[in-house]
């Protein structure tokens, strides 16, 4: 005999045929027989997917210019250069830097270098030795073809350029081929070191947690398949150019379907546990935890979901296709937990709980007559429940205040962007040649900005070009990219196309600085004086489109992902009141958590600024995820507002939730903070971001603020449900009672 006390059912035998299925009339083999067809069709799914992580290389992209929006001018800039070539290649800068000023000997061999170089047939003719004006560097243009083998060139012409410089000097090879290939080694750990360490964090959390080894093993099974079924499926998308995949998105994807996984599947167990504690028949306690944490894990998978998506409202095509594939994660992690976990639990039973096996509770301890909330609690939930009864109005205020003193940090968040030198972490070549580039050269002169100007007003807009600010030198383009200088042998005429001629603009700034993008701006407003129909590309300005772009993605898509994020709240919880306010707590909470992280990236880590897309992301993620852990809360606080009335359901919610919870919000902000071992500013800051606003919303939003505030309120947070009105399963008790209760 057993009472079922899930989901407002509560019965003093098993339900019949006419409720739900009799587990002891169901066969003995079918009881095994279908969580065995589901653990082997997941393994199954793993066999697939588990190599298919070693492939993603083949369909992701980490060309920046390929995250703009086909109506940016630098994409239709680059659209005309496309024209003008006869390949796609991306130029390479090899520096080599010397203490005095070359002799005529070190010049010749610095001549004999190129020779190694062209030897290695890596594209078009290399340009160079280019000496510098000091006389202590000289420089040469290796324009390399672009292909998925970017990388092993970048090093192959490193293996001949840094034995083969002369001897004393440094050689360097940056430029974009050589911070692309940079930026492409410092993703290569996502592929083992990220997810190693963040399934290593999981389980030490999930073992001192649980104190059994079975089912930290079954909940990371769990959360690998998953992560296997996400990443089959995202190889598909991505092979049939349905998304567009990049290794921000591919790491990010790991990191969520770990936590997503891992958090629905902690809200299962807790549910199994509790149902074990009633009967002995594991398949039936299987049955019951999955019929009782069905909604509340759906409602959270279609929230993320959903908010995900809204992404494909981006201009940002980098936004645009994180969207389906961290959905897509999201998808598969919340089957994962509704089929697969479940039926490892309901052939393991108590056994996966082993050596700490929940008992079974003797009929009078099942569940206890209610009338303050707390009865049969103890230790720190029974008292951050009598907290919130006692001080309803205090705990909350102050709350939002301390909220509200951490979101004024936003005011220091330098979000406009980063030099590309800065997003490497890690000791990268490439950066430190941009460095040396810049200390004898024109700092742009390895990526220069292009301007696509009308053949007739060609020379116009050069003198304009000439004379725009933070601009050094400026030639038009012959066939072949040759530049027209005016000295004898070389071309005079430029080479048109459809009536378009193409200008090269040397900057002063480096080309990844927000020096080079301000006089982007300037050169832009200059070439229109003289051709309405003139173009500004190029490294600079495809910076300083995706910026613009990413800024412009901020505040149209956070107004989408609020309201569909409301609207499933209301649904899920049948109120107004209540989604409202838990909306603008996880919104207090965002800026608190951008607030911190703005002093700490500027006063800890020393960040020169944050990418654009930063407070997108991390207001998708914590909004999405916060609102994941109120959505947890508050349908087992309704469930218990059902048959005990609001403010004792309140308590109660809180305290039978605040342990799987907790341990929920602790696992997820440790995978994200695994983000941290790439070397890479973006994630870096989204690792520290989310890590921290999950913890903050875990701890102070969820523990605190939203069962104060719901307290204080009482009945009216479930306006304008009936339970809103008073009526309930149970009558509540006047408030001057509870509190006297919980005071004795």
């Given at each position: 005999?057993?009472?079922?006390?899930y989901?407002?059912?509560?019965?003093?035998r098993?339900?019949?045929?006419?409720?739900?299925?009799?587990?002891?009339?169901?066969?003995?083999?079918?009881?095994?027989?279908?969580p065995v067809?589901?653990?082997?069709t997941?393994l199954?799914?793993a066999?697939?997917?588990?190599p298919?992580?070693?492939r993603?290389?083949?369909?992701?992209?980490?060309?920046?210019?390929?995250?703009?929006?086909?109506g940016?001018?630098?994409?239709e800039a680059?659209?005309?250069?496309?024209?003008?070539?006869?390949?796609?290649?991306?130029?390479?800068?090899?520096?080599?830097?010397?203490?005095?000023?070359f002799?005529?000997?070190?010049l010749?061999e610095?001549?004999?270098?190129?020779?190694?170089?062209?030897?290695?047939?890596?594209?078009?003719?290399?340009?160079?030795?280019?000496?510098?004006?000091?006389?202590?560097a000289?420089?040469?243009?290796?324009?390399?073809?672009?292909?998925?083998?970017?990388?092993?060139?970048?090093q192959?012409?490193?293996d001949v350029?840094?034995?083969?410089?002369?001897?004393?000097?440094?050689?360097?090879?940056?430029?974009?081929?050589?911070?692309t290939?940079?930026?492409?080694?410092?993703?290569g750990?996502?592929?083992?070191?990220?997810?190693?360490v963040?399934?290593?964090?999981?389980?030490?959390?999930l073992?001192?947690?649980y104190?059994?080894?079975?089912l930290?093993?079954?909940?990371?099974f769990?959360s690998?398949?998953?992560?296997?079924?996400?990443?089959?499926?995202?190889?598909?998308?991505?092979?049939?150019?349905?998304?567009?995949?990049?290794?921000?998105?591919?790491g990010?994807?790991?990191?969520?379907?770990i936590g997503?996984?891992?958090?629905y599947?902690?809200?299962?167990?807790?549910r199994?546990?509790?149902?074990l504690?009633?009967?002995?028949?594991?398949?039936?306690?299987?049955?019951?935890?999955?019929k009782?944490?069905?909604?509340?894990?759906?409602?959270?998978?279609?929230?993320v979901?959903i908010?995900?998506?809204?992404?494909?409202?981006?201009?940002?095509?980098?936004?645009?296709?994180?969207?389906p594939?961290a959905a897509?994660?999201?998808?598969?992690s919340?089957?994962?937990?509704?089929?697969l976990?479940?039926?490892?639990?309901?052939?393991?039973?108590?056994a996966a709980f082993?050596?700490?096996?929940?008992?079974?509770l003797?009929?009078d301890?099942?569940?206890?007559?209610?009338?303050?909330?707390l009865?049969?609690?103890?230790g720190?939930?029974?008292g951050?429940?009598?907290?919130v009864?006692?001080?309803p109005?205090?705990?909350w205020?102050?709350?939002?205040?301390?909220?509200l003193?951490?979101?004024?940090g936003?005011?220091?968040l330098?979000?406009?962007g980063?030099?590309q030198?800065?997003?490497?972490?890690s000791q990268?070549?490439?950066?430190?040649?941009?460095?040396?580039?810049?200390r004898?050269?024109?700092a742009?002169?390895g990526?220069?900005?292009?301007?696509?100007a009308?053949?007739g007003?060609?020379?116009?807009?050069?003198d304009?070009?000439?004379?725009?600010?933070?601009v050094?030198?400026?030639?038009?383009?012959?066939?072949g990219?040759?530049p027209?200088?005016?000295?004898?042998?070389?071309?005079a005429e430029p080479?048109?196309?459809?009536?378009?001629?193409?200008?090269?603009a040397?900057l002063?700034?480096?080309?990844d600085s927000?020096e080079?993008?301000e006089?982007?701006?300037?050169?832009?407003?200059?070439?229109r004086?003289?051709d309405?129909?003139?173009l500004?590309?190029?490294v600079?300005?495809?910076?300083?489109d995706t910026?613009t772009?990413?800024?412009?993605?901020?505040?149209v898509?956070?107004?989408i992902?609020?309201?569909?994020?409301l609207?499933?709240?209301?649904?899920?919880?049948?109120?107004?009141?209540?989604?409202?306010?838990?909306?603008?707590?996880?919104?207090?909470?965002?800026?608190?958590?951008?607030?911190?992280s703005?002093?700490v990236?500027?006063?800890?880590?020393?960040?020169?600024?944050?990418?654009?897309?930063?407070?997108?992301?991390?207001?998708?993620?914590?909004?999405?995820?916060?609102?994941d852990y109120?959505?947890f809360?508050?349908s087992?606080?309704?469930?218990e507002?059902?048959?005990?009335?609001t403010?004792?359901?309140?308590?109660?919610g809180?305290?039978?939730?605040?342990?799987?919870i907790?341990s929920?919000?602790?696992?997820?902000?440790?995978?994200?903070a695994?983000?941290?071992v790439?070397?890479?500013?973006?994630?870096?800051?989204?690792?520290f971001?989310v890590a921290?606003?999950?913890?903050?919303d875990?701890?102070?939003?969820r523990?605190?603020?939203?069962?104060?505030?719901?307290?204080?309120?009482?009945?009216?947070?479930?306006?304008?449900?009936?339970?809103?009105r008073g009526?309930?399963?149970?009558?509540?008790?006047?408030?001057?009672?509870?509190?006297?209760?919980?005071?004795r």
């Amino acid at each position: 005999m057993i009472e079922i006390i899930y989901g407002g059912i509560k019965t003093s035998r098993f339900p019949t045929e006419e409720g739900l299925m009799n587990p002891q009339k169901v066969p003995f083999w079918l009881r095994w027989l279908v969580p065995v067809v589901l653990v082997i069709t997941w393994l199954g799914i793993a066999g697939i997917g588990g190599p298919t992580f070693g492939r993603l290389d083949e369909v992701s992209s980490n060309d920046q210019a390929s995250f703009l929006p086909a109506g940016a001018e630098a994409t239709e800039a680059g659209d005309w250069q496309a024209k003008f070539r006869d390949s796609d290649e991306i130029p390479a800068v090899v520096i080599v830097e010397n203490d005095a000023a070359f002799t005529p000997a070190q010049l010749g061999e610095a001549a004999q270098l190129k020779a190694d170089i062209e030897a290695l047939k890596l594209g078009s003719a290399v340009v160079g030795p280019i000496p510098s004006e000091d006389g202590k560097a000289v420089q040469f243009i290796v324009p390399m073809a672009s292909s998925d083998e970017l990388r092993a060139k970048v090093q192959e012409l490193r293996d001949v350029v840094q034995p083969g410089a002369p001897d004393g000097m440094n050689a360097f090879v940056t430029g974009p081929a050589g911070l692309t290939a940079d930026l492409v080694n410092a993703f290569g750990g996502i592929d083992g070191i990220l997810l190693l360490v963040a399934l290593g964090a999981v389980f030490l959390i999930l073992l001192l947690v649980y104190r059994s080894v079975v089912l930290p093993l079954a909940v990371l099974f769990t959360s690998v398949f998953a992560l296997c079924a996400a990443i089959l499926l995202v190889f598909g998308m991505a092979k049939l150019g349905w998304i567009q995949l990049n290794g921000q998105s591919q790491g990010i994807l790991s990191i969520l379907v770990i936590g997503a996984a891992t958090d629905y599947a902690l809200l299962y167990v807790a549910r199994f546990r509790e149902a074990l504690t009633h009967t002995t028949n594991r398949t039936q306690a299987a049955m019951t935890a999955w019929k009782a944490s069905f909604e509340p894990i759906l409602a959270s998978g279609a929230t993320v979901i959903i908010a995900l998506l809204c992404l494909l409202f981006s201009d940002l095509n980098s936004n645009k296709a994180l969207g389906p594939v961290a959905a897509a994660g999201i998808l598969c992690s919340l089957f994962a937990a509704l089929t697969l976990l479940p039926a490892l639990m309901a052939l393991l039973g108590r056994a996966a709980f082993w050596p700490f096996r929940p008992k079974l509770l003797p009929d009078d301890e099942r569940e206890p007559e209610l009338v303050t909330g707390l009865e049969g609690q103890k230790g720190l939930w029974r008292g951050i429940g009598t907290l919130v009864s006692k001080r309803p109005r205090v705990v909350w205020v102050a709350s939002v205040l301390l909220l509200l003193v951490a979101s004024a940090g936003v005011l220091q968040l330098k979000a406009n962007g980063v030099p590309q030198t800065d997003v490497i972490l890690s000791q990268s070549d490439a950066v430190d040649g941009q460095d040396a580039l810049a200390r004898h050269f024109d700092a742009g002169s390895g990526s220069p900005a292009v301007v696509v100007a009308s053949q007739g007003a060609a020379q116009q807009v050069l003198d304009k070009v000439k004379t725009a600010d933070g601009v050094g030198d400026a030639y038009l383009l012959a066939e072949g990219n040759v530049p027209i200088t005016g000295a004898p042998g070389t071309p005079a005429e430029p080479a048109v196309r459809d009536g378009k001629v193409l200008i090269n603009a040397t900057l002063n700034s480096a080309a990844d600085s927000i020096e080079a993008e301000e006089a982007v701006k300037s050169l832009r407003l200059a070439v229109r004086d003289v051709d309405s129909g003139a173009l500004v590309g190029g490294v600079t300005a495809t910076a300083l489109d995706t910026n613009t772009t990413a800024q412009r993605d901020l505040v149209v898509i956070i107004p989408i992902v609020l309201v569909v994020i409301l609207f499933i709240l209301m649904l899920l919880l049948r109120s107004v009141v209540a989604p409202v306010l838990l909306v603008l707590s996880v919104v207090l909470s965002y800026g608190a958590a951008m607030g911190v992280s703005a002093w700490v990236f500027n006063g800890v880590f020393g960040f020169s600024g944050a990418d654009a897309t930063v407070p997108l992301f991390g207001f998708v993620f914590l909004v999405a995820l916060g609102v994941d852990y109120n959505i947890f809360l508050m349908s087992r606080v309704r469930e218990e507002s059902l048959k005990h009335g609001t403010r004792p359901g309140i308590l109660r919610g809180l305290a039978v939730t605040g342990g799987v919870i907790t341990s929920a919000g602790v696992v997820l902000a440790a995978t994200f903070a695994a983000l941290g071992v790439i070397p890479i500013m973006f994630l870096v800051q989204l690792a520290f971001i989310v890590a921290f606003g999950v913890l903050l919303d875990t701890v102070l939003v969820r523990s605190l603020l939203v069962p104060a505030l719901a307290y204080d309120i009482g009945s009216k947070i479930w306006w304008p449900s009936k339970l809103g009105r008073g009526s309930s399963a149970a009558p509540v008790a006047p408030r001057e009672e509870e509190e006297a209760s919980v005071g004795r």
